[in-house]
């Protein structure tokens, strides 16, 4: 199967890329790495009237670190995440987790705003951006808009982008004297994910919320309020870290597929989030 | 460019070779090099990125050939298995692949070179695990992968790398 025809832009700039947007008279796709959506128009699995190609943006990639705030350009390949030293000093979760996303020919091309803009539900980076309380930066011919994490994967490959929008950038804070966990089940190394977890801790206070997003196991990356209220504090001990994992899919509609059942993937989060948290713990012992 | 077409026009390298090519839009860049440019060395495989067979090298980084369009490839370097046998980089590797039996039908032994020549040249002493880990996107279905890394491996063993 070959892909169908479509009529094929590529802008130079945003504003430009962002008036081919605001046309709705016909269905128009970001193509950025192209790792996703090429892949899914291969097997016509996605048919758009047009193709925005975004790649020659030179402004939507790179990663720095101003007032506090680390930004991820929209545009920057998974092979400059994994490579930057910024990310791996003050993001270590997103250090860790990038190294599971697919092979290095696909992390060439494949780009951080992709994943989030597609916001598969088995996909890495967006269960790193919900963890980290990312803010997702949008732009359209009406504006620009900032929209948190927690407000943002909302469904099925659905996420609060609206149709004109193009995705910009992500914001972090910078979480590297943190505590942080992840761990990843697949069935082959660069697979998506059967079932994962991603987990910010903070020990500046007693009571400082925790945020445990669980991926490949649902319609989208969510996380867990019945492991995080174990997590409060950051230091979580022994029976803290059992805790959080017994409940860690509580309340959640954990979604069978063609690698695992629901309660295969229930088990799986359980032992994923135990593993995680005690690696956690021997990180951070002397 | 901002206007909309369903044909585009390409200038690019291949292989050191500048060329100028019209392009459907929605001819991706393994079917490109293959179909119109004889370059057959490059396979198709999945077509959905997961097997390696497609492998190429573009401005000096090796991507899938079946994730990207042609039509991206203007303005850019594009590297087969062809170019690179001949310019004789591969060469370490190709012998050590003959000399542990890593190739029997070949079809992904393009694909394989480039990306152990990938490793190579951001690590030229890369463990088994990093050679595993690299290959881990390629797939093969004769040789059952040990004589690819033992191959990878022993070029890895040696001063500098292929």
Known sequence: ?286 | MTHARTETEITLKVNGEPLHATVDTRLNLVDFLRSQQGLTGTHVGCEHGVCGACTVRVDGRIVRGCLMLAAQADGCAVDTIEGLDESGVLARLQQAFHRHNALQCGFCTPGMLLTAADLLAADPHPSRDDIREHLSGNYCRCTGYQAIVDAVAEVAGQGDPA
Request: glycine share 6%.
């Open chain 1, 1 to 286: 199967m070959k892909l169908p025809a479509f009529a094929y832009a590529r802008p130079d700039s945003v504003d430009a890329a962002l008036a081919l947007l605001a046309d709705d008279s016909r269905d128009s796709r970001i193509l950025a790495g192209g790792q996703s959506l090429l892949a899914a128009m291969n097997f016509r699995l996605s048919s758009p009237d047009l193709l925005i190609d975004i790649n020659r943006i030179d402004t939507l990639a790179g990663i720095d670190h101003t007032d506090g705030v680390i930004r991820i350009g929209a545009l920057t390949r998974h092979a400059e995440v994994m490579a930057s030293p910024l990310v791996a000093a003050e993001l270590p979760l997103l250090a860790r987790a990038i190294r599971d996303v697919a092979h290095p020919a696909i992390r060439n091309r494949g780009t951080f705003g992709g994943s989030v803009a597609l916001a598969d539900p088995a996909a890495e980076m967006p269960a790193i951006a919900l963890a980290c309380g990312a803010t997702l930066v949008a732009r359209s011919t009406r504006g620009e808009r900032r929209i948190h994490a927690d407000d943002y994967f909302l469904g099925l490959y659905e996420t609060a982008l609206r149709s004109d929008e193009l995705l910009i950038a992500a914001e972090f804070a910078p979480h590297g004297a943190r505590p942080w966990a992840f761990a990843e089940q697949a069935r082959r190394r660069g697979d998506y994910a059967s079932a994962g977890v991603a987990i910010l801790l903070d020990d500046a206070h007693p009571n400082a919320p925790a945020r445990v997003a669980l991926f490949g196991v649902a319609d989208r990356a969510l996380r867990s309020p019945a492991a995080e209220r174990p997590l409060a504090g950051g230091a979580p001990d022994a029976a803290a870290i059992a805790d959080a994992a017994e409940h860690v899919c509580d309340g959640i509609d954990v979604f069978g597929d063609a690698h695992a059942s629901a309660p295969m993937k229930r088990h799986l989060c359980r032992v994923l989030t135990r593993r995680a948290l005690h690696a956690m713990t021997a990180r951070a012992e002397p």
